[in-house]
Nanobody
Framework: QVQLVESGGGLVQAGESLRLSCSAS????????MAWYRQAPGKQRELVAH???????KYAVAVQGRFAISRDNTKSTAYLQMNSLKSEDTAVYYC????????WGQGTQVTVSS
């Protein structure tokens, strides 16, 4: 069973940075595609960033140039570096893994005050 544990959320002011971490277990991490999604109150969950097992990345238009997804296969951990945060980035952020199925973390709250 794949388990994902997020950490690193919190309350910051607009313009500041945060780094989210997602620690995975129960998977061969090096062959697992990873992603970060977010869900703001009253809105649907949306893709923020995705990274393939080979390290190719893609981003939502709203975060391009500000966010960076990365992975450390030696630590079975994916990261989301978030810079120049805006109030509209406020949401619960979820880690996602695709490994013979879809798996989700429990979510971590990111709140950006303006």
């Amino acid at each position: 069973q794949v388990q994902l544990v997020e950490s690193g959320g919190g309350l910051v002011q607009a313009g500041e940075s945060l780094r989210l971490s997602c620690s995975a277990s129960g998977t061969i991490f090096s062959v697992t595609a990873m992603a970060w999604y977010r869900q703001a109150p009253g809105k649907q969950r949306e893709l923020v960033a995705h990274i393939t097992s080979g390290g190719r990345t893609k981003y939502a238009v709203a975060v391009q140039g500000r966010f960076a997804i990365s992975r450390d296969n030696t630590k079975s951990t994916a990261y989301l570096q978030m810079n120049s945060l805006k109030s509209e980035d406020t949401a619960v952020y979820y880690c996602y893994a695709n490994y013979w199925g879809d798996f989700w973390g429990q979510g971590t709250q990111v709140t950006v005050s303006s």
